[in-house]
């Protein structure tokens, strides 16, 4: 289970950090991604870290503004989100996977999501 917390409403140019919490003892062989999705839309890639933190990627609409990480002794992935713009509004979510991957398709655990409202 993943538990996804940390949205809000923010100005444009703030900052948020979005938390996900797992609940599982293998952490660690996850790799941890964030989607984001607008109403009528596909979901997508925002960014994804591997397991023992020691690659990531991201995606070129928040490169530079937006960073992954984790604590895997918290079971728990972060993103800091700086500089919000108001095309970053959306619900994010986080996702858990074996593969690293940015294809939302081969991500088998998701969390609920979190609204993130930008305002100009």
């Known amino acids: 289970q993943l538990v996804e917390s940390g949205g809000g409403l923010v100005q444009a140019g703030g900052s948020l950090r979005l938390s996900c919490t797992a609940s599982?003892?293998?952490?660690?062989?996850?790799?941890m991604a964030w989607f984001r999705q607008t109403p009528g839309k596909e979901r997508k890639f925002v960014a994804v870290?591997?397991?023992?933190?020691?690659?990531?990627d991201y995606s070129a609409s928040v490169k530079g503004r937006f960073t992954i990480s984790r604590d895997n002794a918290k079971s728990t992935v972060f993103l800091q989100m700086n500089n919000l713009q108001p095309e970053d509004t959306a619900v994010y979510y986080c996702?858990?996977?074996?593969?690293?991957?940015?294809?939302?398709?081969?991500?088998?655990?998701w969390g609920q999501g979190t609204q993130v409202t930008v305002s100009s």
């Open positions: 599982t003892r293998m952490f660690n062989n996850y790799n």
């Open positions: 870290i591997s397991g023992s933190a020691a690659s990531t």
């Open positions: 996702a858990a996977d074996f593969d690293f991957t940015s294809d939302s398709s081969e991500y088998d655990y």
